[in-house]
């Protein structure tokens, strides 16, 4: 049995849309770059430890509006007027959405950036990524903390203490 899930990116649309029926918005360019979240939801035990404002990697060409978890029962922890909604829960903390990407490594927007250049695509540079917003330098790698903690948080609560003892209790 799995108590808790974990939907990232496409996932976490495809979750959203199959379960609650909340479709994604296409944007006019993709959002590229590390942006900064805010903390909607202090109390959350997913975003305990954070700072009010965290680093995340974005790299999609959709988004979801707040005001679509609205009758939903799902609760936004964080995001920001430029990304849309990022983090967000079922009531029960069984399913855990993430729109962004927590889980990438230093190279990763540096990788589709390339290959959306060399294929033609006229993207953007990734922002808040490159020193000084330029391609010819390093990635400046922001968010690992967070992404750690994060997964150490979700991990630690949602699963481990959430999950009842006698797996039989699981509806």
Not at 68 to 81: H, P, Q, R, Y
Not at 129 to 144: E, F, L
Request: hydrophobic residues 35%.
């Amino acid at each position: 049995h799995v108590y808790s899930s974990l939907f990232i990116c496409w996932g976490a649309n495809a979750a959203l849309y199959h379960f609650y029926g909340v479709d994604k918005h296409i944007m006019d360019k993709k959002l590229s770059g590390v942006y900064e979240l805010e903390v909607l939801e202090k109390s959350s035990h997913l975003l305990r430890g954070f700072d009010d404002h965290f680093l995340m990697p974005q790299s999609r060409f959709t988004t979801v509006y707040p005001q679509d978890l609205t009758g939903t029962g799902l609760k936004l922890l964080a995001g920001s007027e430029e990304t849309g909604a990022v983090v967000f829960v079922s009531p029960e903390h069984r399913q855990v959405f993430v729109t962004g990407h927590p889980e990438y490594d230093d190279r990763t927007l540096d990788s589709e950036f390339l290959r959306d250049q060399k294929a033609g695509l006229n993207t953007p540079v990734p922002v808040n990524y490159y020193k000084d917003d330029n391609p010819s330098n390093p990635p400046m790698v922001q968010w690992k903390a967070y992404a750690h903690l994060f997964f150490a948080n979700w991990l630690n609560h949602y699963v481990y203490q959430e999950t009842p003892f006698d797996l039989g209790d699981i509806n």
